[in-house]
């Protein structure tokens, strides 16, 4: 039989079918069988070339739905007359069910972000609507980007899960970005000129839900620098069912954001926005399960400014009890929303009993104990000394030390705790894995952020990170205000 | 014309298919035209609106197909405004899931190689390939998207993958040390 062509094995490596007879002749030639293993390989790394740098969120496209329905809400009767609406034949508002339905509690602090266009207020069936636009990109992940909803619980109850942070128009996102970009070309400016390392950031988020059993952490901020990291792009998704009602928690991983998570849960509406802008949503209405979503900012920070510190509480009465949450923050600086400003939303009446996944893989994880050192270069060999090298995870500085004459720092012994994402996608291993965020700072070098730094239970690592010396600052006159974005210059080696 | 799983949802476009899905394809749309990260979230609700607004002019056909051409000719619309001239794909930009740093290194080599061959093909090519390989879209569909016959989409996608890994292996060919 001849062989497969190449067109053949490119349709067959996206998924198509083949007949018997050639998928036989695949498996047993080894001609074919290279081709489709080649072409496996590519068609993965064409997804995961031509997905990355467009990280996608339910928070954007919450964010891009409520402007949707602020804007073009007039537009509604002319689309409905067109036959828009055909489909949402029981819910013909189906574009401003949210607009329309009172937000339960909009709080929103500084310009105005932050805004919450949630469901009619007194739903109290759970309807999930949730979405996990999560994107796992990667070689032997492939990706998986995807609209993931709950089974619904009480098909009466229908809803529209709008939880938006931030619906602005396009000129008021392009006068903040502005702004941010500013305010972080200033920051940057004024920490070369000082031969001062960005300011960390030590924000950690509690999330605690009194009926869920465990208090979960919600967002943690860890150590920032300028440097948005390897951008990594993980998420993944879990999802949970309760008892009553259904909760879906998701982790969306976005694009320069390492990994974060949120939890999204059905029904009423509470929003938690912490916005680049400053807008500080405040949860409201009836709180939703409680969904651990281990955020690790790494949104290039603007330096210097502190933005806001917010410590807040809100009590609920709905119909899963009361819940509180609480935000301390140390400075927290602000984090642009395109690159991932640490947001959990979640919506809806908490059923009870309802726990996630991810949320019994952050009871049953247990911890990593990591050794190792880390040797820190410049971009041209030379080894640098007296460079600061932490580990941390959760919001927890693991270990710290600093790179002595050979570059590199003392041996680190460290307890990192097990990733509750990594625990909860992978059941079947034996010892929970970790994820830590190493943070490299050296005067008179770009800071450098490595986000998902794998940790296995007893495992010695010995990276190299490499710094970029921090160029003398010139005005750029295409843009003024350059944003001191650049990538992780650190490469990690075994 | 395919609506989303979720019975119940009840979202602008969801007659017509999920307005997320629609979102997801229309961001990496505008990534890869305009090349510029910054501008994926303005493009994208301007495009997503317009696609909102121009419902009633919608005649039927692949929906998606529909979003995707409204999409490609905003994008041009912009970059002939701006007249400025394409980026290349930044290294700081390609997505790695990295279980060690060992893996991590190689994971992230494999996809650099793949992301510099994807920048010599044509643009055209390189939208092709992402309707193709990443939305899983029919040769008919790209075809309405891209205003090209079926035909030549299904022989431009042959070409393009071709190239790709003509690309791929002429890079590692010079790579590879050499022996003796």
């Known amino acids: 039989m001849r062989h497969l062509s190449w067109d053949e094995v490119w349709e067959w490596a996206q998924g198509a079918e083949l007949p018997a007879a050639k998928r036989s002749h695949a498996h047993g030639c080894p001609v074919c069988a290279e081709r489709v293993r080649r072409c496996e390989e590519l068609h993965r790394a064409l997804v995961c070339?031509?997905?990355?740098?467009?990280?996608?969120?339910?928070?954007?496209?919450?964010?891009?739905?409520?402007?949707?329905?602020?804007?073009?809400?007039?537009?509604?009767?002319?689309?409905?007359?067109?036959?828009?609406?055909?489909?949402?034949?029981?819910?013909?508002?189906?574009?401003?069910?949210?607009?329309?339905?009172?937000?339960?509690?909009?709080?929103?602090?500084?310009?105005?972000?932050?805004?919450?266009?949630?469901?009619?207020?007194?739903?109290?069936?759970?309807?999930?609507?949730?979405?996990?636009?999560?994107?796992?990109?990667?070689?032997?992940?492939?990706?998986?980007?995807?609209?993931?909803?709950?089974?619904?619980?009480?098909?009466?109850?229908?809803?529209?899960?709008?939880?938006?942070?931030?619906?602005?128009?396009?000129?008021?996102n392009r006068t903040r970005r502005r702004w941010i970009r500013a305010a972080i070309g200033i920051g940057a400016a004024a920490c070369a000129a000082a031969g001062v390392s960005w300011p960390s950031l030590e924000a950690r988020w509690v999330h605690g839900v009194d009926d869920a059993g465990s208090a979960v952490a919600v967002a943690t901020a860890g150590r920032e620098g300028s440097a948005v990291g390897g951008a990594s792009d993980v998420s993944s998704s879990t999802t949970g069912s309760a008892a009553t009602g259904d909760a879906e928690g998701t982790a969306g991983g976005r694009h320069a954001a390492g990994r974060s998570g949120q939890g999204t849960s059905a029904g009423s509406t509470a929003l938690a926005a912490a916005d680049g802008t400053g807008g500080v949503g405040r949860t409201a209405g009836t709180l939703g399960a409680a969904a651990p979503a281990d955020r690790i900012a790494g949104a290039s920070g603007s330096a210097g400014g502190v933005t806001r510190q917010a410590t807040q509480s809100a009590a609920n009465d709905g119909s899963a009890g009361s819940a509180s949450w609480v935000q301390t923050a140390g400075p927290m600086e602000e984090a642009?929303?395109?690159?991932?400003?640490?947001?959990a939303s979640s919506n809806g009446p908490r059923a009870g009993g309802a726990s996630t996944t991810a949320t019994k893989a952050v009871q049953n994880g247990g911890p990593v104990r990591v050794q190792g050192r880390v040797q820190v270069r410049a971009s041209d060999g030379r080894l640098l000394s007296g460079a600061t090298v932490t580990f941390s995870a959760g919001g927890r500085v693991l270990a710290t030390a600093r790179t002595s004459g050979d570059g590199w720092t003392p041996v680190l012994s460290f307890v990192a705790p097990a990733d509750p994402m990594l625990s909860s996608s992978t059941p079947s291993t034996s010892g929970a894995p970790g994820v830590a965020v190493v943070t490299v700072e050296c005067p008179g070098y770009r800071p450098a952020v490595v986000y998902e730094v794998g940790l296995a239970d007893g495992a010695w690592m010995a990276p190299v990170v490499t710094l970029e010396p921090i160029p003398s600052a010139t005005p750029n006159p295409v843009r003024p205000n350059p944003i001191p974005v650049t990538s992780s210059s650190a490469t990690f080696q075994a | 014309m395919g609506c989303c799983f979720n019975v119940n949802c009840q979202e602008p476009f969801c007659a017509y298919g999920c307005f997320r899905e629609?979102?997801?394809?229309?961001?990496?749309?505008?990534?890869?035209?305009?090349?510029?990260?910054?501008?994926?979230?303005?493009?994208?609700?301007?495009?997503?609106?317009?696609?909102y607004r121009s419902l009633d002019g919608y005649r039927g056909g692949s929906f998606r197909a529909y979003v995707a051409?409204?999409?490609?000719?905003?994008?041009?619309?912009?970059?002939?405004?701006?007249?400025?001239?394409?980026?290349?794909?930044?290294?700081?930009?390609?997505?790695?899931?990295?279980?060690?740093?060992?893996?991590?290194?190689?994971?992230?080599?494999?996809?650099?190689?793949?992301?510099?061959?994807?920048?010599?093909?044509?643009?055209?090519?390189?939208?092709?390939?992402?309707?193709?390989?990443?939305?899983?879209?029919?040769?008919?569909?790209?075809?309405?998207?891209?205003?090209?016959?079926?035909?030549?989409?299904r022989t431009r996608v042959a070409r393009a993958r071709r190239k790709l890994v003509d690309l791929v292996n002429g890079r590692e060919m010079r790579e590879a040390p050499e022996l003796g």
């Open chain 1, 336 to 343: 642009p929303s395109s690159t991932g400003a640490p947001t």
């Open chain 1, 49 to 172: 070339t031509l997905t990355a740098g467009v990280g996608v969120t339910a928070g954007d496209d919450d964010a891009l739905l409520a402007f949707l329905r602020q804007e073009a809400g007039p537009l509604l009767v002319s689309a409905q007359a067109a036959g828009f609406a055909a489909r949402a034949a029981d819910g013909s508002a189906s574009l401003l069910a949210g607009a329309s339905a009172d937000p339960v509690e909009d709080a929103s602090a500084g310009s105005g972000a932050g805004s919450s266009a949630g469901p009619v207020a007194g739903r109290s069936a759970g309807l999930v609507s949730g979405v996990s636009a999560g994107q796992v990109s990667g070689v032997s992940a492939g990706q998986v980007s995807g609209v993931s909803a709950g089974p619904v619980a009480s098909p009466s109850a229908s809803g529209v899960a709008g939880s938006s942070a931030g619906s602005r128009p396009g000129r008021a």
């Open chain 2, 22 to 51: 629609h979102a997801a394809m229309v961001r990496h749309l505008v990534y890869h035209i305009t090349r510029d990260a910054n501008d994926v979230e303005d493009l994208t609700q301007e495009i997503m609106l317009k696609v």
């Open chain 2, 69 to 153: 051409r409204i999409a490609r000719n905003h994008c041009y619309d912009v970059l002939r405004r701006r007249q400025t001239g394409e980026l290349p794909l930044a290294d700081e930009m390609l997505a790695t899931v990295a279980p060690g740093p060992e893996e991590l290194v190689v994971q992230r080599e494999a996809v650099w190689e793949v992301a510099q061959a994807i920048n010599q093909l044509h643009p055209l090519d390189r939208e092709i390939l992402l309707l193709r390989h990443v939305h899983q879209f029919s040769y008919d569909e790209i075809a309405a998207a891209v205003n090209m016959r079926p035909g030549a989409v």
